[in-house]
């Protein structure tokens, strides 16, 4: 089962900040927050992940909470082309069962609209 | 780099018919994955490989299912004898390490008549 919560859709106006919100409450010191899209007929699409301090990289920011339980993957300026399905995953980054942690839960449907 | 090449995109085939996925995971990586999507269940992981040995087959639906990776560069995953029920997008995917962010294919859509 997953381990993360997250709303089952979001609406956001083109332009706009889309900030899509995640609960991870059981997550473990060694498990990071990881955060995938999947637009529609397409693979999984890596976008980023963290620890505990907050990242950037050129298509998301990740904010993560002081106590880990959740998180936010911000989309700074949503456009038409990020409608998709974007799914929170831990995962422990150490040890052997790699496998077993890397379990994608029903995500959030994200609509930006025109 | 190309990517995950996953072939083929889409296969029609008929029930109780040998099928078998191809997957090219993108060049230096170590660790592999294969993943069922249906709407019913959403995604779900079958197998990975790590320096291409099976590491963890707990999610292989039944023993009709079967992957092999015989070199860094390939692996199958075969389904035989197909069953409708089997009919679903197929992923499959790639990372560095075991540990690091994986890559995925644009999957082999399945159905099976």
């Known amino acids: 089962d997953a381990k993360t919560t997250q709303p089952p859709s979001m609406d956001c106006a083109e332009g706009r900040a889309a900030n899509l919100p995640c609960n991870h409450s059981t997550i473990s010191g060694n498990e990071y927050v990881y955060w995938y899209r999947q637009i529609h007929s397409q693979g999984p699409q890596y976008i980023i992940h963290g620890l505990k301090n907050n990242e950037t990289n050129e298509m998301a920011s990740l904010i993560i909470t002081e106590d880990r339980k959740s998180s936010t993957l911000i989309l700074p300026h949503a456009t038409l082309r990020d409608t998709a399905v974007y799914y929170c995953i831990v995962r422990v980054a150490m040890g052997y069962n790699y496998g077993q942690n890397f379990v994608f839960g029903p995500g959030t449907r994200l609509s930006v609209l025109p | 780099d190309a990517g995950v090449i996953q072939s083929p995109r889409h296969e029609v085939t008929e029930m109780g018919q040998e099928v078998t996925l191809r997957c090219k995971p993108i060049s230096g990586h170590n660790s592999l994955f294969w993943y069922r999507q249906t709407m019913m269940r959403g995604l779900e992981l079958l197998i990975y490989?790590?320096?291409?040995?099976?590491?963890?087959d707990s999610g292989m639906p039944e023993d009709r299912f079967s992957a092999k990776m015989p070199n860094a560069s390939f692996s199958t995953l075969k389904i035989q004898p197909s069953e409708p029920r089997d009919s679903a997008v197929y992923f499959c995917?790639?990372?560095?390490?075991?540990?690091?962010?994986?890559?995925f294919g644009q999957g082999t859509r399945l159905t099976v008549v």
């Open positions: 995917a790639s990372s560095l390490q075991a540990n690091t962010e994986a890559f």
């Open positions: 490989f790590n320096n291409n040995v099976p590491i963890d």
